[in-house]
């Protein structure tokens, strides 16, 4: 029996804290040297596809016409750090970052490098987030402040990354007692609510729009590529999405008469404000501030209603949970903030 033949040597790059290179574009599209590190990524799925398209003809004959290169980063999960890269999930008039909130604005436009050092490494351009969900959970454990995105891109190439070298932001990452939560709206009982839970959800709905022409060379392409492949030069934001879930517990000893307005029939709790303050390992800096405003609790749930739970402390508890949804969607809902407003 021959030999087998052992596979070339080759290191094994395994990453266990991991991140995302990214830069502000100028210009939509058109590229830029992605210098800044994002939150640890912990999972995410980074594409180009071409999705050739074909005109089919009497006969049989198919011809190739090119195609449009569909590109983007799927279930990218982040444990938060700063409030840096998910500040990028708000739309503006200019579609500059903090800048001001307009219904029919832009997501700020972003190049991105992604991936391991070397060949497994992707660039995209013309990024822009099309969803956000940030959740955190208040456990005996302490679970830190993640986030799920979804990004769209207009294109991709793996040429020009072989600098990359994977890596994340020094500072450590945002835990549940870090955080102090205001929320308003809800009857509040005496010794008022805790917050079991939250996630806050964000949803642009972009879509490609006007399909361009060959690709040029300002996309960081050079000739060796399939010049019959072509992007999609404009993705357009459409109606934003805000979803706000929250699990709230309160004493079994309270109030019968607010115990009643709790669990009286088709009970809303009216317009909904909700606010998360981050510091970072205790210190007097506020690092990271959410805000979620202008919302109202969702007409086909409402609250629900839990037995037999326990507090933080081991102490029954009734638990409610409700969903609120954006109420008037001219307004703007979210705040993503360095620290909170004085």
């Not at 912990?42 to 596809?49: F, L, N, V």
């Not at 399909?211 to 492949?229: I, T, W």
């Not at 409610?320 to 001219?330: L, Q």
Request: with cysteine; glycine share 10%; hydrophobic share 40%.
């Amino acid at each position: 029996m021959a030999n087998a033949t052992s596979r070339p040597e080759a290191p094994v790059f395994r990453s266990t804290e991991s991140c995302i290179l990214y830069g502000l574009e100028a210009t939509h599209g058109v590229p830029v040297t992605p210098s800044i590190y994002s939150d640890r990524v912990t999972k995410g799925r980074i594409y180009a596809h071409p999705n050739v398209q074909t005109r089919r003809h009497v006969g049989g004959r198919v011809d190739r016409r090119g195609g449009i290169i569909r590109a983007g980063m799927d279930g990218l999960d982040l444990e938060v750090q700063t409030p840096a890269f998910i500040r990028h999930a708000i739309r503006s008039v200019d579609g500059s970052v903090g800048g001001t909130w307009s219904a029919s604005g832009r997501v700020p436009s972003l190049s991105i490098l992604a991936g391991n050092a070397g060949a497994d490494a992707l660039l995209l351009w013309g990024a822009v987030i099309d969803s956000l969900d940030l959740s955190q959970e208040y456990s005996e454990d302490g679970e830190v402040l993640k986030a799920s995105v979804t990004l769209l891109a207009l294109g991709g190439d793996i040429s020009g990354t072989t600098g990359f070298v994977g890596g994340a932001l020094p500072d450590p990452v945002l835990f549940g007692w870090q955080s102090a939560v205001a929320l308003t709206g809800p009857v509040t009982p005496p010794g008022g609510l805790r917050v079991r839970e939250w996630k806050l959800g964000i949803k642009n709905n972009h879509k490609y729009m006007s399909y361009g022409d060959l690709q040029p060379a300002s996309r960081g392409l050079g000739a060796s590529d399939l010049v019959s492949l072509r992007e999609a030069y404009e993705l357009k934001a459409g109606e934003e999405e805000i979803e706000l879930e929250l699990s709230v517990e309160v004493p079994v000893i309270w109030n019968a008469a607010l115990q009643d307005d709790f669990l009286a029939a088709c009970y809303t709790p009216g317009t909904l404000a909700f606010a998360a303050t981050y510091e970072q390992c205790g210190a007097a800096v506020d690092v990271l501030y959410v805000e979620a405003a202008n919302l109202v609790a969702a007409p086909d749930q409402g609250f629900e209603y839990e037995y037999d739970a326990e507090g933080a402390n081991g102490d029954p508890v009734h638990v409610y949970s409700f969903r609120a949804v954006k109420a008037d969607p001219t307004l703007p809902s979210v705040r993503i903030l360095a620290a909170a407003p004085v």
